[in-house]
């Protein structure tokens, strides 16, 4: 079975060239394989209810996957963590918990949108487990249409604003946070997004190796990481943006 994993799409009206691109490569992904959506599919997401062209196209387009056989997962971002069952049940994919476990041959992949990794920066998980809570989330879907842009274009500025001038080691990754988690979850490799720092890195713990692998954003090409059926290798590709017409 052939794994396909793509994350940081930041799907909006803006940037209908990106759009495209995400729709070129749904149809190009090979019938029967699965695909992986680790999150921000969208830039943000403010409702299941919200009605959009956009979201119905994406939806119908990852609906059409089923048709040819291909099965679609989502794991929610910091930006689309509101995206929920109603919308899924649209695009016919699966909702899947914010960590999954892969089996792969004799090893186990473990993926993930990636913030949770970012353990360095107290504040965002802080704002994080704020904007989990159920009660929270409540009461912002119950808000009209109007007063959820507002509040969502206030969090994006504030986001951007902050993320201009904080630390780098902040914005990546803390590594012991992710030998921990592979090896509570006896995995050996990791899969996520978020950084937007393209990778592939592997470390050694008790002499055994560790490979984590970051996708890209969509902002500047196509990212994907593929997991072939045949060897179970599993290998991240970039294309930039003037090279996206072919991705496979
Ligand atoms: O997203 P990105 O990559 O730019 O930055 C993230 C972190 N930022 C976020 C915020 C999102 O971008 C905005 C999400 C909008 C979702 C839709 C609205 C749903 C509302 C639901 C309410 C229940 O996640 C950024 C990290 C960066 O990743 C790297 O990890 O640094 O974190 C921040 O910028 C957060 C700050 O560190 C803490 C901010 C506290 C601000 C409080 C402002 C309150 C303003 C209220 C306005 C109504
Ligand atoms: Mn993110």
Same mark, same amino acid.
């Given at each position: 079975? @052939?794994?396909?994993?793509?994350?940081?799409?930041?799907?909006?009206?803006?940037?209908?060239?990106?759009?495209?691109?995400?729709?070129?490569?749904?149809?190009?992904?090979?019938? &029967?394989?699965?695909?992986?959506?680790?999150?921000?599919?969208?830039?943000?997401?403010?409702? +299941?209810?919200?009605?959009? @062209?956009?979201?119905?196209?994406?939806? +119908?387009?990852?609906?059409?996957?089923?048709?040819?056989?291909?099965?679609?997962?989502?794991? @929610?971002?910091?930006?689309?963590?509101?995206? &929920?069952?109603?919308?899924?049940?649209?695009?016919?994919?699966?909702?899947?918990?914010?960590?999954?476990?892969?089996?792969?041959?004799?090893?186990?992949?473990?993926?993930?949108?990636?913030?949770?990794?970012?353990?360095d +920066?107290?504040?965002?998980?802080?704002?994080?487990?704020?904007?989990?809570?159920?009660?929270?989330?409540?009461?912002?879907?119950?808000?009209?249409?109007?007063?959820?842009?507002?509040?969502?274009?206030?969090?994006?500025?504030?986001?951007?604003?902050?993320n201009?001038?904080k630390r780098t080691y902040l914005m990546d990754?803390?590594?012991?946070?992710?030998?921990?988690?592979?090896?509570?979850?006896?995995?050996?490799?990791?899969?996520?997004?978020?950084t937007?720092k393209?990778?592939?890195?592997?470390?050694?713990?008790?002499?055994?190796?560790?490979?984590?692998?970051?996708?890209?954003?969509?902002?500047?090409?196509?990212?994907?990481?593929? @997991?072939?059926?045949?060897?179970?290798?599993?290998?991240?590709?970039?294309?930039?943006?003037?090279?996206?017409?072919?991705?496979?």
């Amino acid at each position: 079975m @052939q794994r396909y994993f793509i994350a940081d799409i930041h799907l909006t009206d803006n940037e209908p060239a990106i759009t495209t691109q995400f729709f070129s490569f749904l149809d190009q992904l090979p019938d &029967g394989c699965e695909l992986y959506i680790l999150g921000d599919l969208f830039d943000y997401w403010i409702g +299941d209810d919200i009605p959009s @062209q956009l979201h119905s196209q994406v939806a +119908d387009a990852l609906f059409a996957l089923s048709k040819r056989h291909i099965k679609s997962y989502f794991i @929610q971002g910091n930006r689309d963590f509101l995206l &929920g069952e109603e919308y899924c049940k649209l695009c016919n994919m699966t909702l899947l918990p914010d960590m999954q476990i892969l089996p792969l041959t004799d090893k186990k992949i473990l993926i993930m949108h990636g913030d949770l990794l970012c353990t360095d +920066d107290k504040q965002y998980q802080k704002f994080r487990r704020r904007l989990r809570a159920k009660w929270l989330q409540k009461i912002f879907l119950s808000l009209p249409l109007c007063f959820r842009v507002r509040i969502a274009k206030k969090l994006r500025e504030k986001s951007i604003l902050q993320n201009s001038s904080k630390r780098t080691y902040l914005m990546d990754v803390n590594q012991q946070t992710v030998q921990d988690l592979l090896t509570q979850n006896h995995a050996s490799i990791l899969i996520h997004g978020h950084t937007h720092k393209p990778t592939t890195e592997t470390v050694f713990i008790d002499d055994k190796p560790i490979t984590r692998i970051v996708l890209s954003a969509w902002h500047d090409g196509i990212s994907y990481i593929k @997991q072939d059926d045949t060897d179970g290798n599993v290998k991240l590709y970039y294309f930039p943006i003037k090279d996206t017409k072919k991705v496979f």
